[in-house]
């Protein structure tokens, strides 16, 4: 071994069973039962788990209704920039064979709404959701300022674009009763947005907290006046606003709109009969061949009706036995050959 010249330093690593790789070491040797088994095993948990979460998923009660073109004289109307402020409403009656037992939940969807564009996402300002700076507008673009240069609150693409559709879920016992079944707007928002990403101006006059500031081109009322029947869900905190503002990943999506309340007749949930949609139609769609439906649907403690998790597991677990019983082939086979030439 060379000795190091005095006065330099060896580059040497320690001679430490660390650094000099002779740590003791444990090389695990399976069998082929072991290794058969395990994935054996596997296969059987993810056949169970995936036919587990499909019968679930069958289980949910979900009506959808796409209305884009049974509304179509209200987009003729509210789409044309001539008669944009004229209100359009439309009536969809339908009928539930059977009682939506449980808790029912009202989404709005949309097919063919890019909300995963890159710029679309980054055009909104967080300082400014989260009320520190109501005026921030620096990364809202296009839709930073008006035509006379005053910050729009709230700022950017995605607010701007809000869905705003008014949809009121009517049960009819005959042709003169229709009663109106209560849904609830709270408890539609993940409890970090509502109480962390998303903070109002502190202010005792939120109108105040917005001064100087006007509401986005699209809008037909500013953020402060969102919800005339609760004070309390205006600014940045309106659960509608907050819902929207978290972007989906794909163009087909649904988002959370109501939630019924279980009282009076719906206790037990939405009883079978007729109903109908009244839509107040403002969102537009034609202009990129897009089109929305209104969902109403149940829940199972694995969520939602979407069979994508439960065949996942179900492929995962056949794909597993299939191989399972290629190499139990292979493992007999060998252990045949050799068998016949130790005879030999």
């Known amino acids: 071994m060379k000795r190091t010249p005095q006065g330099c330093q060896s580059r040497l690593p320690d001679n430490t069973a660390l650094k000099q790789q002779q740590l003791p070491a444990y090389r695990l040797q399976l069998s082929a039962t072991g290794v058969l088994s395990g994935f054996f095993a596997t296969g059987v948990f993810c056949l169970g788990v995936g036919i587990i979460l499909i019968l679930s998923a069958k289980s949910i009660k979900e009506i959808e209704i796409n209305y884009t073109k049974i509304c179509a004289n209200c987009a003729k109307l509210r789409e044309n920039a001539v008669d944009f402020d004229k209100e359009c409403t439309c009536s969809i009656p339908f009928h539930i064979p059977e009682t939506m037992q449980g808790n029912v939940y009202m989404y709005y969807k949309l097919y063919g709404f890019y909300q995963n564009l890159y710029g679309y996402i980054l055009s909104r ?138 009282t009076q007749r719906f206790i037990e949930g939405l009883p079978a009969g ?28 694995s969520g939602g009706r979407s069979l994508f998790l439960g065949l996942a597991y179900t492929v995962t ?13 292979a493992h007999l086979m060998l252990k045949e050959r050799k068998m016949f030439f130790s005879q030999q």
């Not at 007729?274 to 969902?295: A, C, D, L, Q």
């Not at 036995?321 to 082939?329: C, D, E, G, N, Y």
């Open 125 to 262: 300002s967080n300082s400014q959701l989260l009320g520190t700076d109501v005026k921030d507008v620096g990364s809202c673009a296009p839709f930073r300022e008006s035509h006379n240069g005053t910050p729009i609150a709230p700022c950017g693409a995605i607010a701007n674009s809000i869905f705003n559709d008014t949809i009121i879920l009517s049960y009819n016992l005959n042709s003169s009763i229709h009663i109106k079944v209560p849904m609830l707007r709270s408890g539609i928002t993940w409890w970090t947005d509502k109480y962390v990403k998303f903070r109002n101006p502190s202010s005792n006059n939120l109108s105040s907290a917005f001064a100087g500031t006007t509401k986005p081109p699209y809008w037909p009322k500013p953020v402060y006046e969102l919800d005339e029947e609760d004070p309390g869900n205006n600014g940045f905190i309106n659960d509608d606003f907050i819902v929207w503002m978290r972007t989906a990943a794909f163009p087909t999506f649904k988002k959370l709109y109501r939630r019924l309340s279980r």
């Open 274 to 301: 007729n109903y109908s949609f009244n839509i107040t139609y403002n969102f537009p769609v034609t202009r990129f061949r897009g089109e929305k439906s209104v969902v109403l649907s149940t829940l199972t403690w």
């Open 317 to 329: 677990g056949a794909v597993t036995w299939l191989a399972t019983f290629s190499m139990m082939a």
